[in-house]
């Protein structure tokens, strides 16, 4: 440790000045420094840094010999530092914690519109709920920033490796809201899980309960299936600022054990079922019903099956692989009414929040079979273009996240779809049923169905796109 605490040195002997600490967790807190995209981590211990040791500098330098899949969003190490344990790392400086993006009070002001007036008038709090989710960019952005970091999780999941500390504080995204770039940071728990299994590493409130009880984690340690637990810890408490496991029960114990620490004890080696659960209402977190309107049944039954069927059954805990998959879906169909910019999924006739009527664009795929493979629903807005998710065609690869299928063009009575990049052959139809080959289309008749045939020769597939707009009258 040098003379001054927000001074150090790396193993090339640069210095760097820590400006401001932009996060911090378990086991230490990253900080900016006068470099524009670099940033330390420091370890800390009781609040003070820990002196380098060569165990540490063994540890960052091997996590350059893992299997880690090239282009995957995750900083590792670029050199440790000299007298404290610790490194430099890549981040750019246009991001922020998932944290200080969606659960801390919002950088920009609340939202405020007619609606939000109105539920702030009957219920102060969850106005302000309300105005909070849409000045952080709304569910559309959770959900997108979450997919993103899913399918991170399960890159390095696919490649035999544990992240082991999954945490708000450790995925990063960018800061303005019209950009989704998700970095993971704090690799420096990477490593296979025969390794990983050997290490008890949590973030206090967030850790699988085998990791958290000490009666059970000598056994265990760090698995794939307690990421998967932490991941779905963080999502929950992103998007409620509340941890999933207190509730009415947790409350009492804390009267009845006149400690907080030893509830919390209890609460996070699995003593009191989770808050939704379907079964056992005893730890029922009522307050937080407003919640369950905001995901949809997919997710709703991957958190059950965590937190339920999985807590002490690590094994029945849907994968990485699972939560990106279902998070896509949900976000393919996620609404947002122009009136309250409250969102809800799957088009409706009316906003399920203020009855607002909006046109809507609808988009069903299936195969030729008749089996369902994708759908996409979308609210219409004259000054908006909406990019249409190649997922609708090719079903869901994680390697096309953000890869486009059509781009959508709304005049208010006619509907422009341009088919993008060249994945497929399109024909397009409308209300004459004439099949035309064309990579441009622009419906007449909004009333009635179109179709999209899209034919992918080189791979030898045909999806029939069935698309409408909803569009009800006041
Ligand atoms: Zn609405």
Request: hydrophobic residues 40%.
């Amino acid at each position: 440790m040098g003379d001054d605490q927000n001074v150090c040195h790396d193993e090339f002997g640069h210095k760097y000045h820590l400006i401001k600490k932009i996060a911090e967790g378990g086991q230490g807190a990253v900080y900016r420094t006068q470099h524009k995209d670099l940033v330390v981590k420091r370890e800390l211990k009781n609040g003070l840094p820990v002196p380098a040791s060569e165990d540490m500098c063994q540890l960052f330098l091997s996590l350059r010999l893992l299997p880690i899949p090239q282009g995957l969003n995750i900083t590792l190490p670029l050199a440790v530092l000299k007298e404290d344990s610790g490194y430099v790392m890549q981040l750019m400086d246009e991001m922020q914690s998932f944290r200080a993006a969606f659960s801390a009070v919002p950088e920009n002001d609340a939202a405020e519109n007619e609606w939000i007036t109105q539920v702030k008038s009957q219920n102060t709090d969850l106005g302000a709920i309300c105005s909070n989710l849409i000045a952080r960019g709304g569910m559309r952005r959770f959900l997108r920033a979450h997919l993103h970091a899913a399918v991170l999780m399960a890159h390095l999941h696919a490649a035999g490796l544990v992240y082991c500390d999954f945490s708000a504080n450790n995925v990063f995204i960018s800061r303005d809201v019209n950009f989704c770039h998700v970095w993971l940071i704090d690799a420096d728990n990477l490593d296979i899980q025969e390794e990983t299994r050997k290490r008890i590493i949590y973030t206090p409130g967030i850790g699988a309960p085998e990791l958290c009880d000490p009666e059970v984690r000598v056994r265990t340690g760090c698995t794939f299936s307690s990421d998967c637990h932490a991941f779905a810890a963080v999502f929950f408490q992103q998007l409620t600022h509340h941890h999933p496991f207190e509730g009415k029960l947790f409350e009492e114990q804390i009267e009845e054990l006149g400690a907080l620490e030893e509830a919390e004890f209890c609460r996070d080696r699995g003593d009191y079922p989770w808050v939704f659960d379907t079964e056992d209402d005893s730890n029922v977190w009522e307050e937080g019903a407003f919640y369950r309107a905001l995901l949809p049944d997919g997710i709703w039954e991957i958190l059950d099956k965590t937190f339920e069927s999985g807590l002490f059954k690590p094994s029945l805990r849907p994968s990485m692989a699972e939560w990106s998959y279902e998070l896509a879906r949900s976000l393919d169909v996620l609404v947002c009414c122009p009136h309250c910019q409250m969102e809800y999924y799957e088009a409706q006739l009316k906003c399920p929040w203020c009855d607002h009527v909006h046109p809507q664009l609808v988009l069903s795929a299936r195969f030729p079979s008749g089996e369902a493979l994708w759908s996409f629903a979308h609210e219409l807005d004259e000054r908006e273009t909406i990019d249409v998710p190649l997922r609708l065609v090719h079903g869901f690869r994680a390697s096309e996240l953000e890869e486009t299928a059509f781009r959508v063009r709304w005049t208010g009575h006619t509907l422009e779809i341009r088919k993008i990049g060249e994945h497929f052959a399109t024909e397009f139809s409308g209300s004459d049923g004439i099949r035309k080959e064309a990579a441009n289309f622009v419906t007449d008749a909004i009333t009635e169905s179109f179709f999209i045939f899209c034919r992918d020769t080189e791979n030898n597939f045909s999806i029939i796109i069935e698309g409408r707009i909803l569009y009800g009258t006041e």
